[in-house]
């Protein structure tokens, strides 16, 4: 435990409510131990510029309550150059930095696995509003942002009431739709729309249809961003401003809301300061065991690590974005588990999906 005298801490890639939550957690549970902590403003771009502060107890008293990060955050293209990157390790040097928590998603955690092989041992804290990190069952962020996007749909529902309308809501989440299915089943929503499962329209057009002629007034359809068709001259364009069109030519006035990055913001939830919290402490703790290049996961609700390398193939495995070789540096166990950990959640998405075709009319 004496091998570690100072850590850097930052955050990188999109901001997720519970983001201070885990720098708290890691500055102190560090402070504990004897361990000094900096604070790396503007994530990675902070060590490629030398941007630091020291962190105290006092330092992140009362963030664990703000959205967003006190430490900024930053996508730097810089870092991944060879250039960036003798940049970010003489900052390290400079400043007796032994080792790195890095909060964020997978590119945060591609930059960790770049800090590791270059002398500086880093473990990864999930941070993403998305839950698109098919390694772990949960993402510090996500609860925040569903309950942001449930507050909304739920005032959007009252003026859909009171004018017999449809609102067609976008929401964020990339390549994955747990946002839109999760939101879309807690609001009533007629219709849910998300990538990774195949959508009827004609049959959603003629659920909506036939609600009205049953009598409901206002309604609601979940779109995630990451499903898109083409326009007539071959552009992928969203799919969600498409079918508020098309719902509106069937008769049904509809209206179309794109939530876009208010779904960030906001304090996070008790879930994600919990979370976040848990998370922080077992990176720390990671460190002090001699261990690094590992992502903090929760598995059916433990809090457990996984190798980074593993974590990112698993989820490009699960997109159908592996490339040639991606596998080659596992044996056939490890393709067997990240093949489970696939399977484990298409299940849920399919099993939600199915439950909510049943009762989302």
Known sequence: MSKFKRIGVLTSGGDAPGMNAAVRAITRKAL???????????????LVNDNMIPLETGSVSNIITQGG????????????????????????????????????????????????????????VTGTIDNDITATDYTVGFDTAMNTILYTIDRLRDTCESHARCNVVEVMGRDCGQLSLMTG??????????????????????????AQAHGKRGMIVVVSEGVTT?????????????????INEIGIETKFVRLAHIV?????????????TKMGVKAVELLLEGKSNLVVIENDGRIESMDILFALT??????????????DKFGPEDIKAMEAICEKRRLENEELYEMAGKICK
């Open 32 to 46: 504990s131990e004897g361990v000094e902590v900096m604070g790396v403003i503007g994530g990675y771009s902070g």
């Open 69 to 124: 990060t006190m430490l900024y955050s930053d996508r730097c293209l810089e870092f991944k150059t060879e250039e960036g990157m003798a940049k970010a390790i003489a900052t390290c040097k400079r400043h007796g930095i032994d080792a790195i928590v890095a909060v964020g998603g997978d590119g945060t955690f591609r930059g960790a696995t770049d800090l590791t092989l270059h002398g500086i041992p880093a473990i990864g």
């Open 185 to 210: 089943i807690a609001s009533g929503a007629v219709a849910i729309c998300m990538p990774e499962v195949e959508f009827d329209e004609a049959k959603a057009l003629e659920d909506i249809k036939t």
């Open 230 to 246: 083409t326009d007539e001259n071959g552009k992928k364009i969203p799919y969600s401003e498409v079918l508020a069109k098309k």
């Open 264 to 276: 960030r913001g906001g304090s996070p939830t008790l879930r994600d300061r919990l979370t976040a």
């Open 314 to 327: 698993v989820d490009r495995m699960y997109k159908g974005k592996l490339k040639d070789g991606d596998l």
